[in-house]
């Protein structure tokens, strides 16, 4: 499992364990005057912030759970986004789409000298990425698959 797929779960699972008791506290709390406004504050912010990570991470669901994913491929351009070279940017030219990686390869040529041919597979609403495949766009011979 990559870091996109597991940070996908983290998010989803954190959304849930914010959810639950921040609306079982709030039941409780709600008409009761013995807990501070406060207390009651916390865990409305506990269940906004759980709320985020849901809204962020259900619409892709399904598609994370069944692995229903889209590729998109062609010619694209690599740049590399940290100073280290950690992680990298695919820019397809096609449809200017930019995707994010945070396991970036070693490339001695980045930016927009030396096109590449990608292949990038997402969910299928494209909001979160999931793997990708960098080619040599004259040989097609595979450069990096992570």
């Known amino acids: 499992m990559n870091y996109e797929i597991a940070t996908y779960f983290v998010i989803f699972v954190l959304g849930v364990l914010f959810v639950l008791p921040a609306c079982y506290f709030l039941v409780i709390q709600y008409g009761n005057k013995q807990y ?6 916390k865990w409305t912010v506990v269940l906004l912030l759980g709320l985020l990570c ?31 070279g950690t992680a990298i940017e695919i820019t397809l030219s096609e449809t200017n789409k930019t995707f994010s990686f945070r396991n970036a390869a070693d490339f001695k040529i980045v930016g927009k ?34």
């Open 36 to 41: 501070p406004f406060f207390k009651k504050l």
């Open 54 to 84: 849901l809204w962020m991470t259900v619409p892709s669901f399904t598609e994370m759970v069944f692995r229903d994913y889209r590729v998109s491929e062609g010619t694209c351009i690599l740049k590399s986004v940290e100073s280290k």
């Open 113 to 146: 000298t030396h096109p590449y041919y990608c292949r990038v597979t997402t969910t299928r609403n494209q909001a979160f990425e999931i793997d990708y495949q960098v080619y040599d766009s004259k040989t097609q011979k595979l450069l990096y698959a992570n």
